[in-house]
């Protein structure tokens, strides 16, 4: 006992040196301030909405749909986090952890046991805020008995909670008694047995569509192991309780203990496979903001030689440098894995609303991907090439640098939309103008937000700012980007009465807001370089 509670008083230095950080640089308290009114807005909202009648969505189709979602979801996360768990360990633990702890005299499988309780308490909290988060969304779905509301919770939770035990021993075992390609055939069964069963449930009824929601929600899919008792234990909230909610509870709560045991049992010589996977996470977060938004990290198509036949001069050298790193690591520089998810999205909306008589499903998924990029590239506004010293040292004007820079990745995306929405003319058969302006839509919103990038850099110069206060500066760009598009597309469209001018317009104000950045580059960062 003595070396958790040796453990557990590391962790509250560690939080003691938190606070003081706080209060040395309070501003700091911003983010937090933030979070509990984003908290307070949404109960504020769910409030409002108690006594409002139910829709059509919330009493036929709606338990329908978020049932399929979830178990498609889930069943896809579990698999995942399976087929990952023979390549490599998880890591309950930091460098920080892996140099003070690994050459500690404490014993290393009570370190690895405290670790993972003290990582599912910490992940309890965190994705219960993301379960919160979108519960707004959910509500419009559904009805949910707020009364069931913890086992909603603890359906969602208890599965998320499961990966990192569960990875690490699939790992642990297969490594111990050599049956990775073993364990890897039978995960290649289940995806296959997955896939048979959704293909299957399409094909037997007349609609595909009714035939995937069908066969997704029938009832035999809650006697499932991990995924279906998950799943019933959600639900309770939206479909009502029954005995097996309760019993489904609680065999997911033992299956967490039982994994957890087991991995501490199998735990003998875990340090050289677990230290891996802590460099590789640690390297993760280092180079987070590196990480640009067409490239799938661990994803590495080709590590070859590359050819370079031409290079830049001045800042044009960027786009040469960009486009030999899309070359070396993924599919072609010019598109790559994130083009094939946009074609496969454009097709199966194509083929899933094809007999409808709207141009709706173009607007949405032409909406959504453009609120992906925003939050995205709100993410990682304050890390390219623009956070480098160096930037400053290259010659040519600070406007050639910003376009330079940005230029592959701006053709890459360009390609992705009109990718995406070509399919989605060829399914849907709307009018060339209208996938011409979607295309012009969702590229203007991405240089937009990469655009702003040196202006976040002038407004919080310091990058441990920039994540403290990233709620404010999602509020300032939100105020300072989206609400000038959507004004002059609003003002459009009330005059023209066209949801087709309203796009058109916000294309243009973001082209308009872009010019304006541009112009004001070599201002912006001739403040910059004394920072």
């Known amino acids: ?12 230095w560690v939080m003691k040196n938190h606070i003081r950080e706080i209060k ?14 984003w908290i307070g807005l949404i109960l504020f909202s769910l409030v409002l909405d108690g006594d409002k009648p139910y829709g059509k969505l919330q009493t036929t189709i709606g338990p329908q749909i978020v049932g399929s979602i979830y178990f498609g979801v889930m069943t896809a996360l579990l698999l995942y986090n399976l087929y990952r768990g023979t390549k490599e360990s998880s890591t309950f633990f930091s460098m920080g952890d892996v140099h003070l702890l690994f050459p500690s005299p404490i014993s290393p499988k009570k370190i690895l046991l405290y670790n993972m309780i003290k990582q599912s308490l910490l992940m309890f909290v965190i994705y219960g805020v993301v379960l919160f988060a979108l519960f707004p969304t959910l509500t419009d779905i559904v009805s949910v008995n707020y009364h069931y509301i913890g086992f909603m919770y603890m359906g969602y939770v208890s599965f998320v909670l499961l990966f990192g035990p569960l990875n690490f021993l699939v790992f642990a075992a297969g490594t111990k008694y050599k049956i990775q390609s073993m364990l890897r055939g039978m995960i290649y069964a289940l995806i296959g047995a997955v896939v048979l069963y959704v293909i299957g449930s399409m094909v037997y009824y007349d609609s595909a569509l009714q035939g995937l929601m069908q066969g997704l929600n029938v009832w035999y899919i809650n006697y499932l192991p991990v995924v279906g008792w998950s799943r019933a234990v959600f639900m309770t909230a939206i479909t009502g309780y029954s005995s097996f909610s309760l019993v489904a509870l609680l065999l997911q709560i033992l299956l967490i203990i039982g994994t957890v045991f087991y991995s501490y049992r199998l735990a003998d010589d875990y340090y050289e496979d677990v230290l891996k996977a802590t460099e590789d996470k640690g390297l993760r977060i280092k180079n987070k903001k590196n990480i640009k938004q067409n490239q ?4 590495r198509f080709r590590k070859g030689k590359v050819e370079v036949k031409k290079v830049g001069t001045g800042p044009w050298a960027f786009v040469w440098r960009m486009m030999m790193e899309y070359k070396r690591t993924d599919l072609h520089p010019y598109f790559g894995l994130v083009t094939v998810l946009l074609l496969v999205v454009g097709i199966t909306v194509g083929y899933f609303t094809k007999n409808a008589d709207t141009d709706l499903p ?9 609120y992906v990029l925003f939050i995205l590239s709100a993410v990682k506004a304050g890390g390219s090439e623009l956070a480098k010293p160096y930037v400053f040292l290259i010659p040519g004007s600070y406007m050639q640098k910003i376009i330079a820079i940005n230029a592959m990745d701006i053709i890459r995306m360009a390609i992705n939309a009109t990718i995406m929405n070509l399919a989605l003319w060829i399914m849907l058969k709307p009018s060339l103008l209208l996938m011409i302006i979607m295309t012009l839509f969702v590229t203007s919103f991405y240089i937009l937000n990469i655009s702003s990038n040196f202006v976040v850099r002038l407004i919080f110069p310091n990058a441990i700012d920039q994540k403290a206060l990233f709620p404010l500066l999602i509020l300032l760009q939100v105020i300072f980007l989206l609400i000038p598009g959507t004004i002059v597309g609003g003002l459009l469209a009330a005059i023209f009465q066209s949801a087709l001018v309203f796009f058109a317009g916000v294309a ?20 910059l370089e004394w920072k």
């Open 1 to 12: 006992m003595n070396s958790y509670i040796v453990l557990l008083t590391k962790d509250l």
């Open 24 to 37: 040395e640089n309070p501003k700091r308290l911003g983010i937090y301030l933030l979070q509990v009114m």
């Open 296 to 299: 799938i990290p661990k994803l």
């Open 362 to 370: 173009v607007y949405i998924v032409n909406g959504v991907l453009a």
């Open 508 to 527: 243009l104000a973001n082209l308009i807001v872009i010019s304006v950045l541009l112009v004001y580059a070599n201002v912006i960062f001739e403040k």
